[in-house]
């Protein structure tokens, strides 16, 4: 099983700067300010990441397992642990959206909650930058071969192109 060399990471920030006028006084300005989140694990512990593209159409889903996978270099890779993952849909044109769920079996629901547990993210206009959700937990979280099935699904009415980023380790 090839493995990981070097240094991983998971990063996401926003930074802003915002501004007023108020007429006769002086202006208010807030910022430049910034929100960040960067969590570098051990590479001896997270030693692979399964990096996938796929398309999905209208109304169409796939359901990823999580325990084991072919690596970008095309070799196998057992996952026990996920500390984090990533996904980003863009779509053409207006009107695809992103699902993300538990599988309908052996189904991984770590980061959601309740009796239908899911996220769906409208990827927008065309010309912008998509959709996009980073989970990343303080703790791993087990996969075996009963929790490790995530869905994707596409609930909106044109196809999206969705990315997938998921760092475990065995």
Avoid: H
């Amino acid at each position: 099983m090839a493995t990981v060399s070097g240094s991983l990471s998971l990063a996401a920030s926003a930074t802003w700067s915002q501004s007023q006028s108020n007429g006769a006084l002086q202006g208010t300005t807030q910022g430049p300010d910034s929100l960040s989140y960067r969590a570098t694990p051990d590479a001896a512990t997270y030693t692979q990441v399964q990096a996938t593209q796929l398309t999905l159409a209208a109304s169409a889903s796939q359901t990823l397992d999580l325990s084991s996978f072919t690596t970008l270099l095309n070799a196998t890779a057992t996952c026990t642990k996920v500390l984090g993952v990533l996904v980003k849909a863009t779509n053409t044109v207006t009107g695809g959206q992103l699902k993300i769920e538990p599988g309908a079996s052996s189904a991984i629901d770590f980061w959601l909650g309740g009796t239908t547990p899911s996220l769906t993210l409208a990827c927008g206009d065309p010309a912008g930058p998509g959709c996009a959700v980073l989970i990343a937990d303080g703790a791993a979280r087990a996969v075996s071969g009963s929790v490790k099935n995530v869905k994707l699904s596409n609930p909106g009415t044109q196809t999206v192109t969705v990315s997938v980023v998921i760092l475990c380790g065995a």
